[in-house]
């Protein structure tokens, strides 16, 4: 299996230090409210709660261990190349995966870029911006305008994301006309989940679902955090 090595700083690199308890970021913990974020394994609370300033990023690497689609779910993703391939095109098992997550000061979110292996040829690379915003508080911006509204859960030993209406914004994010996609296009259910494994990793999970086409999508990657977690990318 494709495994990615940890890369650990050099002695002399200055990296900066973590962020203070009393400067956590705690928008994650807004939405959820008091009850649900303690509700939390405190490992995913750490994680949601880091403080990135400019030119921070948190670097997680791990490798796919679940990937399956039904024929409705390949034909969406080839799609959803249209609008910048936010979903697997691939089923590879074993391969190497990196998230990168850094903040979008201008729209006051979070990027998140998706790095995802393949047995063969290029690794296919996913963008999406979340931001704090629209009716559930949370949106995600997939590209050309097309977002999903998100809804937040936790339990004992995860963070849930669940989308809540599919839409598509039209000129400026906002000042500009917003559409909701009607049930019948969207293409159903999706929850996305960060499930803490107890042992400092953590399990993505994407699970699509359709009333009447079933599991599109599901996919599965195990991640640990790297180990100098707050990376500078502009020196």
Known sequence: MNRIAEARPAPDQDLPPPAPADLRDLRFRALLGEAGWNRLPQAVRDRFSKRLGPGMAVTYVGEITESRRNGAGRVLAQLCRLIGAPLPLHDDLGVAAVV????????????WTRMYNRAHGFPQVIHSSKRFAGPTGLEEYLGWGFGIALAVSADETALHFHSHGYFLALGPARLGLR?????????????????????????????????????????????????????????
Not at 100 to 111: C, L, M, S
Request: aromatic share 8%; proline share 7%.
């Open 179 to 235: 559409l909701r996609l009607p049930a019948w296009l969207a293409p159903g259910a999706l929850t996305i989940s960060h499930v803490d494994q107890g042992d400092g990793g953590f399990a993505f999970v994407l699970d699509l679902r359709h009333p009447l086409l079933g599991q599109m999508l599901r996919q599965v990657g195990m991640f640990r955090e790297r180990p100098a977690y707050l990376q500078e990318t502009r020196r």
């Open 100 to 111: 990168t997550v850094t903040e979008d000061g201008p729209a006051g979110g979070q990027f």
